[in-house]
């Protein structure tokens, strides 16, 4: 079995899209207070589960065709834009370990395409 060009730009989508979930999750939690208002008219949360909703139809859709030791990993990359967006949005600082860990997930998931 192979992995079709189309599964991988599914699942890197997915883990897009997932990223942006988390981004939108953080920014709702940062909302929440005793009152459960905050809780059910949080419109941030809504957004956050949405998307990571929204990523998993897209991964689903990519997986169903390509080999899974293959896609699977490729949901990594968005620990990659998660940590982007981190920088952006939040101010986060980006380190040499992060970097780093970057650098890592990128070469294992290059290693393991290649062994496809």
Not at 44 to 60: D, E, Q, T
Not at 68 to 87: E, H
Request: charged share 10%.
């Amino acid at each position: 079995m192979s992995t079709p060009a189309r599964s991988i730009v599914l699942v890197l989508l997915a883990s897009f899209i997932g990223s942006f979930g988390a981004v939108f999750l953080k920014l709702g939690a940062g909302r929440l207070h005793r009152q459960i208002a905050t809780l059910v008219l949080n419109w941030r949360l809504a957004a956050g589960v949405g998307l990571y909703l929204l990523s998993f139809v897209f991964y689903f859709l990519g997986v169903r065709e390509g080999e899974l030791s293959v896609l699977y990993p490729m949901v990594a990359l968005g620990y990659i834009w998660t940590m982007f967006w981190s920088r952006l949005f939040f101010g986060e600082p980006l380190t040499r370990r992060k970097a780093g860990g970057i650098l890592l997930i990128l070469a294992g998931v290059a290693l393991l395409h290649a062994g496809s």
